[in-house]
């Protein structure tokens, strides 16, 4: 067919030749027209076509669910696929509409709240996928983890201060590394004998020295001893025991162990084992009052205690002795109950009337009733006064109830049990129904550092007064050790009979490895910067080198008066968790868990300060 029958306008019969430059201008514009009309309806018809969406949704939307839908659905038949379509290309712009609002809404919060809810979104997978996963079933909320300051410190610039530090970590190196040769597992080590050993204090629970001495290796930057120390608690240590611990006990050295730890290291494994260890620990809280038994067995729950304690009394020093690590557990944890139960000691506590204004160390959980009118400073009520105080540092100081109960006991402590010796020797005596006996403990000790640690927010212009109270402590305890044979301190020493400063009693005249008197040094150096803390702690340095060391690491000794030593073939767990590392940090520099941001367990485990725990 020739192309001028379907050209019907533009064609002229008279023509020979039909060249298209030989159109007229009218003809050649109709053409024109119909050419791009034609283009146009072409154009158009596109976007009539069923399968345009689809195109569109490939290019901009490249989604899976529209894939699987369209290729492998049951209404992948073609009439059913243009509704299908259409279902999902509604939802994709519902979603899209839904999305764009959000982020409308995200960006008119302020940043904080947008971090919490990102936390918040991140706390809830992680529960998620570790409800799916926990072997141990504790599922822990999400905790972003940040290096605190002061973990490991800078060498002293003094080379006299260096080499003394330097020395104290090969203590620590012996008294470790005995441990492990001789021990490895066991609760402590016997270093004459060379060969493990547990007190009842912890049952069958194993690995003492391990937990306590953990924080120590790290701040000595002991890392390859540090690394045994985790492999051991990641596969070793076990809670799952049928076996009578004390509360008190197992929680200042394991829970508090564990907590530092994990504040120095990050670990996860340290904050899921101290959690499961604070939640087996939680039976002992019931009880009438809520005032928890001294011991408890781990696997039964039940409680009972100790039968020689007044009239089946619970004990001032270890009720009162698990704030610091329960508020810590709380907040490890997301469960408040850990913080409810040591808040309602405070509360059983305040409802109380005090003789004279003091805490008797016996109170009958059943009753509520204080047992034996016995106050002390020392063995039994010793860390609940420290506990009042930390607690409140710990608060950043928040915790005006913990504030208010510290500085009042001890006004009453001042009042009724501080005496001066006849030669200026300021000691803290014991009372007995309203009898003083003057006798100070070793234990009693730790309070030079604690008043030293108070005394800046003393109220009423006590500050000096109480830097002084606590200066005059740590000379006394000091004498107590100068006034030996050994020159190591005795576990008690009287103000009577002519003496001073003096264990009369042989029963009282043993060492066994405490910390308290340098634990005291330590406050006072880092208050003062008074040179003589640090000789004073070289003193016992060196006492302990001569005396306590054997080939198969530190002994106590039973007789620090005695020209030499009887050993009693213990290394206490203590001796690495406080006594070196006390030693070390009072050779260390200031910036060294730094007091400004961590505060220490009575077992001396550094917890931060909770105010540094929210920001995350
Ligand atoms: C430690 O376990 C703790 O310091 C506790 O508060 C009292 N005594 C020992 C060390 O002497």
């Known amino acids: 067919m020739p192309v001028a029958t379907l050209l019907p306008f533009t064609a002229t019969p008279n023509r020979k030749s039909a060249s298209p430059t030989s159109f007229r201008l009218t003809e050649k ?9 034609f283009i146009t309806l072409c154009f158009g018809a596109i976007f009539f076509l069923p399968d345009s969406s689809k195109l569109l949704s490939g290019v901009f939307f490249h989604s899976s669910a529209v894939e699987t839908n369209t290729h492998t659905g049951p209404d992948s038949s073609d009439a059913g696929s243009a509704g299908n379509d259409d279902r999902l290309l509604a939802k994709i712009k519902k979603d899209h509409e839904k999305a764009l609002l959000e982020a409308k809404d995200t960006l008119q919060k302020l940043p904080d709240v947008i971090q919490n809810d990102i936390l918040a979104d991140k706390a809830k997978v992680t529960k998620e996928s570790m409800g799916k996963g926990a072997k141990d079933g504790n599922n822990l909320p999400f905790i972003e983890y940040h290096r605190p300051p002061g973990a490991t410190g800078l060498e002293p610039q003094d080379p006299e201060t260096r080499e003394r530090r330097a020395k104290i970590k090969e203590m620590m190196k012996h008294a470790w590394d005995s441990y492990k040769q001789y021990a490895w597992g066991s609760n402590e080590l016997r270093p004459v004998s060379k060969h493990g050993h547990s007190s009842n204090l912890f049952g069958s629970i194993k690995g003492a020295t391990i937990v306590d ?8 930057e002991m890392f390859e001893e540090f690394d045994a120390a985790t492999d051991w608690v990641e596969k070793s240590l076990d809670f799952n025991v049928n076996a009578e611990v004390s509360v008190f006990e197992v929680n200042i050295r394991f829970v508090g162990g564990l907590l530092s730890a994990y504040y120095l290291s990050g670990k996860e494994v340290f904050r899921r084992k101290a959690v499961e260890l604070g939640e087996k620990l939680l039976p002992a809280f019931k009880t009438p009052t809520g005032i928890p038994w001294a011991l408890l067995n781990l696997k039964s729950g039940i409680g009972r205690n100790w039968p020689w304690a007044s009239g089946g009394s619970s004990i001032l020093a270890e009720y009162g002795t698990l704030h610091l690590e329960f508020m810590h557990l709380s907040r490890l944890s997301g469960n408040s109950e850990f913080a409810q139960k040591v808040m309602n000691i405070r509360k059983v506590l305040n409802r109380l009337e005090k003789p004279q204004g003091l805490y008797p160390n016996y109170l009958n959980p059943n ?53 001066k010796s006849t030669n ?17 403990g070793h234990l009693t000790c730790f309070a030079g550092g604690m008043i030293a640690l108070g005394a800046d927010g003393a109220p009423g212009d006590k500050t000096g007064h109480q830097m002084e109270q606590a200066a005059e402590i740590a000379r006394t305890c000091h004498e107590s050790y100068a006034r030996t044979t050994l020159k190591l301190g005795p576990e008690a020493f009287r103000f009577d009979g002519g003496v001073e400063a003096i264990a009369t009693r042989q029963n009282e005249k043993y060492f066994i490895l405490r910390p308290e008197v340098i634990e005291t040094y330590m406050y006072m150096w880092r208050f003062t910067h008074d040179p003589k803390y640090r000789e004073w ?15 198969g690491g530190y002994s106590g000794i039973r007789d620090v008066y005695a020209s030499s030593p009887n ?37 001396a485990h550094p917890l931060e300060l909770l105010v540094f725990l929210k920001k995350e």
């Open 367 to 419: 009753s509520g009733q204080w047992g034996q009118h016995h106050v002390s400073v020392g063995g039994l009520g010793d860390s609940f006064y420290e506990y009042l105080l930390k607690a409140w540092l710990m608060s950043d100081k928040t915790d005006e109830e913990g504030k208010k109960m510290y500085y009042d006991a001890l006004q009453a402590i001042e009042t009724n049990l501080m005496r």
């Open 213 to 220: 001495a953990l924080d120590t290796l790290y701040i000595m």
């Open 567 to 603: 050993y009693d073939d213990v290394q206490q767990s203590f001796y690495l968790a406080e006594t070196l590392k006390y030693l070390y940090l009072l050779f260390s520099e200031d910036d060294h868990l730094p007091f400004e941001h961590w505060v220490f367990n009575t077992e």
């Open 424 to 440: 200026g020797l300021t000691y803290i005596a014991e009372w007995k129904g309203g009898l003083l006996e003057h006798k100070m």
């Open 29 to 37: 514009f109709i053409l024109l027209l119909v050419f791009s009309a």
């Open 537 to 551: 702690g070289w003193e016992a340095v060196q006492a302990l080198e001569q005396h306590c060391r054997v080939d």
